[in-house]
């Protein structure tokens, strides 16, 4: 079974430049997130898609950053315009379903991530 | 406010021995936690999900302890290996929302 495919896996831009990533989920996962990480820190949830419908965006900033899931399947993440402390890995994850229910898990799988520096 | 901590600093062990790692959190009422390996360069890779009336876990080599009393989970790995040297992440969620992770614990076992 092929894992969760990300693009670019680095990116070196400029601030005030914009810059987009593209992530592709394993087959029929209903579930995508998106997850920034900065050097030294945890994974923290940018945005959740279910399908391709919005469940969780509240710790996306959206004056610059947005994220969207046509067709429920790949999906972007775009900054625009980038400042420097977006500098992180950005993790794209999926899952069969969202949320634990009854006796169920649904496991979160990730992508490689890809590193963005902004100078 | 809420806080999941884990030792920032690299636990270095000898191999053959058991690797103990420690996730303390505040403030939260998690009803599962779970642990991610991490190797650089790659996505945090889920090993185990513990639920709040779980006391212990195992997978093969791998055991969690969950304390909801002192607010506290504990992750061994036994007889490690070099192959176990990595980060070890662990992560919180109450009901059905998505996890919080910690920074991570590097872990180096040393042959």
């Known amino acids: 079974e092929a894992g969760v495919a990300q693009s670019p896996r680095y990116k070196i831009i400029e601030k005030r430049q914009s810059v987009a990533f593209w992530c592709n989920p394993i087959?029929?996962?209903?579930?995508l997130y998106w997850y920034q990480q900065i050097l030294g820190q945890g994974p923290k949830l940018l945005i959740q898609f279910q399908n391709n419908g919005v469940v969780d965006d509240s710790q996306l900033p959206k004056d610059r950053f947005s994220a969207e899931r046509l067709k429920g399947v790949d999906s972007t993440l775009k900054i625009q315009p980038a400042k420097l402390e977006d500098s992180a890995v950005y993790l794209c994850a999926s899952s069969l379903d969202m949320g634990v229910s009854g006796s169920s898990y649904n496991e979160q799988f990730f992508g490689p991530g890809t590193r963005l520096t902004v100078l | 406010s809420q806080k999941i901590e884990q030792n920032s600093e690299a636990l270095n062990i000898q191999e053959g021995k058991t690797a103990t790692l420690t996730c303390n959190y505040t403030?939260?009422?998690?009803?599962?936690l779970q642990w991610y390996r991490q190797d650089p360069g790659r996505g945090p890779v889920f090993l185990l999900l513990?639920?709040?009336?779980?006391k212990e876990k195992r997978k093969e080599r791998l055991k969690v302890t969950f304390d909801t009393t002192l607010k506290q989970s504990l992750f061994h790995i036994t007889a490690s290996q070099p192959a176990d040297s990595a980060t070890y992440l662990c992560a919180l969620a109450p009901g059905s929302y998505i996890p919080t992770f910690g920074r991570g614990t590097s872990l180096i076992v040393h042959p």
């Open positions: 087959s029929g996962h209903a579930t």
């Open positions: 403030n939260y009422s998690p009803a599962y």
């Open positions: 513990i639920r709040e009336n779980e």
